[in-house]
């Protein structure tokens, strides 16, 4: 490892089918990689040790926790350090902007990347499905929201922007995939209702127009939830198909926003209404029962 090289994190659990893509680029940018393993029982801890990867294992409570994990973890070897998801791939371009960055007189503190979707083997260039996270990052500068569902790096203020991008391989069967996203629903519905309850909670993303990239999504996500429950799925997926051209990516991105942008906000209203059905909102409990978020 050089001094220059950041140390890589990656989350594990049961991700044989995408680890090896993943791991192949990360060892372009740096060979100390920590794999943070939640008890697979496939051959994820094989492919990991493949690539050198130092394995540690922590049995699964919460995204936030087994990520902030990680980042303790990785903390104790390096200055700064790059997060990866076990199905994300960085392209040439990322890797080449990361290796040219001069980290150790860096003059931020964190740099955020694009994230690109490919579904049903085709990357995904219209309609929003990408996305922008802070991970390469200073140790001891960035921590993760404490949210059950869709939770984010905290950003410093000091950061900039990658050229290129992680690519998000949902390399999973529709049958799996819809079977994830009823899970996610599930915890999605929660944060939905908790959303309804008091100011803006500590230690999570702030809504901002004018913020970063982050920031600006989530100010988006709250004008979301400010609309007619159970009406603005219909109005998000116009959104996603038409105006942002979702429809161009063929028949892969129409049923990627239709299921994504439409089915799944629908499910979350839904559920929310099982639950409440027109009773005044209170902080729901912490979510449970949903199994594993990262399983595949």
């Known amino acids: 490892m050089r001094a220059n090289d950041p140390a890589i994190g990656v989350l594990t659990f049961n991700c044989e089918s995408s680890l090896a893509a993943t791991l192949a680029a990360a060892r372009k940018v740096s060979t100390a990689i920590a794999v943070l393993d939640s008890y697979s029982t496939d051959k994820t801890l094989e492919i990991a040790r493949s690539f050198g990867a130092v394995i540690h294992q922590r049995a699964f409570t919460s995204y936030t926790d087994q990520r902030n ?6 903390s104790q070897q ?4 790059l997060h990866l998801d076990a199905d994300e791939e960085m392209d040439d371009t990322l890797v080449s902007a990361i290796k040219a960055l001069t980290l150790t007189d860096a003059e931020v503190d964190a740099y955020l990347m694009r994230r690109d979707v490919v579904f049903l083997g085709k990357q995904l260039r219209w ?3 990408s996305s922008v996270h802070c991970r390469l990052f200073r140790s001891g500068t960035v921590r993760v929201e404490q949210r059950a569902y869709d939770q984010h790096f905290l950003p410093p203020a000091r950061t900039q922007l990658l050229p290129g991008a992680m690519r998000d391989h949902q390399a999973i069967s529709l049958t799996d995939w819809s079977h994830k996203h009823v899970k996610w629903a599930q915890v999605e519905a929660l944060e939905a209702a908790s959303s309804h309850v008091g100011s803006q909670p500590e230690g999570q993303v702030a809504p901002k127009a004018a913020g970063n990239a982050i920031e600006r999504r989530r100010y988006l996500r709250k004008l979301y939830y400010a609309c007619p429950p159970l009406l603005r799925g219909f109005g998000y997926v116009v959104w996603r198909l038409i105006v942002q051209l979702g429809f161009l990516d063929g028949k892969a991105g129409i049923i990627y926003h239709v299921l994504q942008g439409f089915w799944f906000r ?7 209404y099982e639950k409440y059905r027109g009773k005044p909102y209170h902080q729901p409990p912490q979510a449970h029962g949903v ?3 990262l399983a595949k």
């Open 69 to 74: 994990s990680l980042i303790d973890l990785l």
């Open 78 to 81: 390096s200055r700064w350090q």
């Open 127 to 129: 309609g929003g499905a």
């Open 266 to 272: 629908f499910l979350v209203d839904a559920l929310v």
């Open 291 to 293: 199994g594993h978020p």
